[in-house]
């Protein structure tokens, strides 16, 4: 299977408790929703939830909360992945602003290898995005000061750190950003293009 993005598939939905998740064209993503309750005050929303995860048949341990702020429109974090014995499975949110979020099958077995699959995150819509082990992820601000929190199952460990280059051609991302106008770190500047990369997960 060459890379690229993953062709449509039906999607299918389950609910449990306040939570609805919704396949995404490549197995084991899930696009989730909570529910919210609004009055006068404002909002409340649960936005984990262990028996309702478990009950859609997400399983997870997940060990550690990171938040990111990113302060200009255009700014790229990824694709970024952690190696086994530390590879991570990823619960995805945007708290403020919005984000194009992606994620690249990256597992040997997979008859999607290299194929992606980008959704819009957006704060207060009540959305996440559910990547188990086995894929790379990034994402692309849509806003000014954008926050993300993202849940993970492994602890960083820097020895396993990993990724692919965000505007690798051969994976046809499109992303909403020009290359030379791209926010990037110096360390995501140098990452590897797919076809360089060892196939590290099953």
Aim: hydrophobic content about 40%; aromatic content about 8%; glycine content about 8%.
């Amino acid at each position: 299977m060459l890379p690229g993005v993953a062709p449509p598939i039906t999607s299918k939905t389950a609910r449990a408790g306040n939570l609805t998740a919704s396949t995404l064209p490549l197995p084991g993503l899930l696009l989730l929703e909570v529910r919210r309750f609004a009055d006068s005050r404002g909002a409340f929303a649960e936005t984990y939830s262990r028996r309702d995860f478990s009950a859609l048949g997400v399983a997870d341990d997940f060990v550690q909360d990171n938040w990111s702020r990113s302060d200009q429109v255009g700014t790229i974090r990824g694709l970024h992945f952690q190696r086994p014995p530390h590879a991570q499975a990823k619960l995805v949110r945007v708290v403020r602003g919005r984000i194009l979020d992606v994620a690249v099958d990256l597992r040997r077995s997979s008859p999607r290898l290299g194929q992606h699959v980008s959704v819009e995150l957006v704060a207060g819509d009540g959305r996440m995005l559910y990547l188990p082990a086995g894929f790379a992820h990034g994402f692309c601000t849509l806003e000014p000061m954008t926050e993300v929190a993202y849940k993970v199952t492994a602890d960083y460990a820097p020895e396993s750190d990993g990724g692919i280059a965000w505007d690798d051609p051969d994976l046809g991302i499109e992303w909403p950003v020009a290359r030379r106008r791209a926010v990037l770190s110096e360390k995501d500047a140098r990452l590897p293009r797919f076809a360089e990369l060892p196939l590290v997960f099953s």
